[in-house]
């Protein structure tokens, strides 16, 4: 017995799997739209279960199986002429598929891709990945681990989205949120892969950090803290807040407006905290350090769009990140906000090739990865970054403390 083939207590056992076996070669011809004449032959490779009925009572039983689906006009039996007269199948063929699965007792695929197909409908415009799951889903692949007849998971990640889309500048809380739409709250963190693959509009793309996607979201564990050190007054409620050193911490959703105290050369966000802390100890007079927390969530760029609005137009705005697929989507997200406010976004020692040799790898860049961070580095103009780009994952913590040449 080969390892993984199925074990056969009984003749009805191996006369359901036969006829198992035909309903997924009709499933799999359906999905072709093949016309052709759908049969099974029972060989000893294609259908080893039947062959390794010792016992003549239980080749009985599984006869007498096949002869009640070929009675209810399932299928038609060809028997071996070579063996006693109807003691041994050679063939099943199949006469109507609808009525095999009713046999069975089983959903055919057709008609959970039939019911996925209408249940996705209203959404295919706006989410056109939808129509690659469906596709999957006709041919037999499972897409991140969901089935056909696994609709609702699509559809519950869909509502998700949705919601967030409409609050967009709110941070909302992620098992409240989860309770509400689906009264249980950690229902909404098992649907990260569906979430991500809808954001993405790519299915072979790798699903990112479920942090990272909440917080493009704005979906959070807890109300976050904003960051901040420069030589600024914000008007935080209804009160005009000094920014002492080394930084200060705010709720982003109570920050009203930001003004500046001196002239600012640059304004520089880090997406780690053990380099902010590093970098906000020895601020220079002029420069705005601020804190990304790794993927900046709504509300965060709201604050953001308000300080850049804040610096003279000749000032410079960068971001230093690590040097992964996570960092470069960070500066993705951080440029389009600057594009938004009328600056370009300027990356500081991102550029791998310019990096001392010795630095600390953390991990080989995936090819889809470095694609990604190519195309990323494209749309911005980040050539030398793009140039520059080597074979390796080099994260923030690992590098000297360095200053933009201003």
């Given amino acids: 017995m080969m390892v993984g083939e199925p074990v056969v207590q009984s003749g009805e056992e191996a006369a359901n799997s036969i006829l198992g076996k035909l309903l997924r070669r009709a499933e799999n011809a359906l999905a072709k739209d093949a016309s052709r004449a759908i049969s099974l032959r029972l060989s000893d490779k294609s259908v080893?279960?039947?062959?390794?009925?010792?016992?003549?009572?239980?080749?009985?039983?599984?006869?007498?199986?096949?002869?009640?689906?070929?009675?209810?006009?399932?299928?038609?039996?060809?028997?071996?002429?070579?063996?006693?007269?109807?003691?041994?199948?050679?063939?099943?063929?199949?006469?109507?598929?609808?009525?095999?699965?009713?046999?069975?007792?089983?959903?055919?695929?057709?008609?959970?891709?039939?019911?996925?197909?209408?249940?996705?409908?209203?959404?295919?415009?706006?989410?056109?990945?939808?129509?690659?799951?469906?596709?999957?889903?006709r041919y037999g692949s499972q897409v991140r681990n969901s089935k056909p007849g696994d609709f609702e998971v699509w559809i519950s990640a869909i509502r998700v989205i949705d919601y967030c889309r409409n609050k967009i500048g709110d941070d909302i809380?992620?098992?409240?949120?989860?309770?509400?739409?689906?009264?249980?709250?950690?229902?909404l963190e098992t649907l990260v892969p569906y979430i991500d693959s809808l954001i993405q509009n790519d299915l072979p793309a790798s699903i990112r950090e479920a942090e990272e996607v909440f917080s493009e979201l704005g979906l959070v564990k807890f109300p976050p803290t904003l960051l901040l050190a420069g030589d600024l007054t914000v008007l935080y409620g209804q009160q005009e807040t000094k920014v002492l050193r080394p930084y200060i911490g705010l709720a982003p959703k109570e920050i009203k407006a930001i003004k500046g105290e001196v002239y600012f050369s640059y304004l520089l966000t880090v997406e780690n905290l053990t380099t902010f802390h590093e970098l906000v100890s020895q601020r220079p007079q002029g420069a705005i350090v601020f804190y990304t927390s790794g993927m900046p969530s709504p509300s965060w760029k709201r604050v953001y769009k308000l300080l850049l609005q804040e610096l003279p137009r000749n000032a410079s705005v960068y971001h230093w990140g690590d040097i992964d697929g996570g960092g470069f989507r960070i500066a993705n997200h951080l440029a389009m906000c600057c594009s938004d406010v009328g600056f370009d976004l300027r990356l500081h020692c991102m550029t791998a090739s310019l990096l001392p040799a010795d630095i600390a790898i953390a991990r080989d860049l995936l090819l889809a990865e470095r694609i990604q961070i190519q195309n990323i580095c494209e749309r911005w103009s980040w050539g030398n970054e793009k140039d520059g780009l080597g074979t390796v994952a080099i994260e923030q913590e690992a590098l000297p403390i360095v200053w933009p040449a201003t």
């Fill in 48 to 137: 080893p279960e039947y062959w390794r009925l010792q016992r003549h009572k239980d080749k009985l039983e599984c006869n007498a199986v096949l002869r009640a689906a070929e009675k209810q006009g399932c299928i038609k039996i060809e028997w071996d002429k070579r063996a006693d007269e109807n003691s041994q199948v050679e063939r099943v063929l199949l006469l109507d598929e609808n009525l095999l699965a009713n046999y069975l007792g089983v959903v055919p695929r057709w008609v959970l891709i039939e019911q996925a197909s209408r249940e996705f409908a209203s959404n295919l415009d706006r989410y056109p990945l939808l129509e690659q799951v469906l596709e999957n889903w």
């Fill in 173 to 187: 809380p992620i098992r409240r949120l989860s309770a509400s739409l689906f009264s249980n709250s950690k229902r």
